[in-house]
Every structure is written in structure tokens, then in C-alpha cells.
Nanobody, 122 residues
Framework: QVQLVESGGGLVQAGGSLRLSCAASGRTFSSHAMGWFRQAPGKERESVAGITWNGGSTYYATSVKGRFTISRDNIKQTLYLQMNSLKPEDTAVYYC???????????????WGKGTLVTVSS
């Protein structure tokens, strides 16, 4: 079972940058495609970016393409999201998960980490 801990969020001005990290524990990280997701206040969670198990292919939501870069280090079992040219509409709690999200808790519920809050001021 993989467990995920997101970090790196914070308050930044529009146009600024942040780098998010997702530390994974467990023995299956390197075998999963992974993704970053975000949930803004009052909105549903949405996919932001994804990366294949070996990092060979990535995809991005249209809203972040050209500004965000997803990467991974399977030895460190860490997923990254470099966010540049941030906009106020990027404000959200950011989560990492398998892509698609398939992790479950011992009770059979969908598993999500606590996420990391990104706030972009105008």
C-alpha cells in the first residue's frame, strides 16, 4: 500500500513559483502512473498533470500547460510539480495520487493524502 505526503505549498504572489513534492511510502510507487490533482474552494477536485511510471510521458490540463512541470524520482519515491507563472485561479489544495486514483484505505474508502495548500495573491 502506498501512502502519500504532499508538501511545498504556501502563499505566493501572482507570477511567482512554487515546487510541490509528494513523498510516497510503500513498495509500489515506481510501478504506478502518478498525477497531481487540485481542489479549489467550492469546486470539485480536478486533474492537473500526470506522468507515466517511468517518467517517459506526461500530460497537463489546458489551464496549466506551459506553466507547470511534473516529474518523478522513483529512487527517492517522490513526485514533483514545478509551478511557474502562478495565477490567482491556481489557488487550491493540491494532492498527489496514482493516475487514475486507485488507492484505498483499509476500510475500502478512496485514499487521498492531506494535500498542500497553494494560495496565489493578485
Amino acid at each position: 500500500q502506498v501512502q502519500l505526503v504532499e508538501s511545498g505549498g504556501g502563499l505566493v504572489q501572482a507570477g511567482g513559483s512554487l515546487r510541490l513534492s509528494c513523498a510516497a511510502s510503500g513498495r509500489t510507487f515506481s510501478s504506478h502512473a502518478m498525477g497531481w490533482f487540485r481542489q479549489a474552494p467550492g469546486k470539485e477536485r480536478e486533474s492537473v498533470a500526470g506522468i507515466t511510471w517511468n517518467g517517459g510521458s506526461t500530460y497537463y490540463a489546458t489551464s496549466v500547460k506551459g506553466r507547470f512541470t511534473i516529474s518523478r524520482d522513483n529512487i527517492k519515491q517522490t513526485l514533483y510539480l514545478q509551478m511557474n507563472s502562478l495565477k490567482p485561479e491556481d489557488t487550491a489544495v493540491y494532492y498527489c495520487n496514482t493516475d487514475p486514483p486507485v488507492l484505498t484505505t483499509a476500510d475500502g474508502l478512496d485514499y487521498w493524502g492531506k494535500g498542500t495548500l497553494v494560495t496565489v495573491s493578485s
